[in-house]
């Protein structure tokens, strides 16, 4: 068989990549529609990712956030989006490159995407770094109607595989 010199490991997995961003572009400025929610997963010790020493311990290699209700202030770069969310009623902002995604799921249309994380056994080349303007939003962001604060947040980080049908 010859080589792949076209790189189409790399070439999909940016097309991929591209799909989750247009998805939160469109819940950044629209809201997120009828019963859509995002169940979106990420490598906690990635370059890039900026979230809490006290996430970071509970969750160091892995966590699952999910984008629904509960949920505020989502910025949507070329390179990664940020986003507060509030984990036991302590409101936290995290900020996740592209390049640590693992997962992407949503469970109102059952479709999921996963990602090859950077530095693993397909060597998927990505930029080992985010770029200092990666939550330039690529649209305007709005804010949710929920602050931080209010009494409903609860971030829930749960695993993809409960969502999974092989299982």
Known sequence: MAEDQMRYD???????????????VIAATEGLPGEHHFYVSFKTEAPGVDISDRLKSQYPEEMTIVLQHQFWDLKVGDDGFSVG????KT???LVVPYSALVGFFDPSVQFGLQFVPEGDAAEIETATEAPAD?????TPALTSTS????EDHSGEVVSLDAFRKDR
């Open 85 to 88: 969310l509030s984990f036991d």
């Open 10 to 24: 790399v070439l999909t997995q940016k097309a991929l990549l591209a799909v989750v961003r247009d998805a939160l």
């Open 147 to 150: 602050e931080p604060g209010d």
């Open 91 to 93: 409101p936290e902002r």
């Open 134 to 138: 990666i939550f330039e939003p690529a």
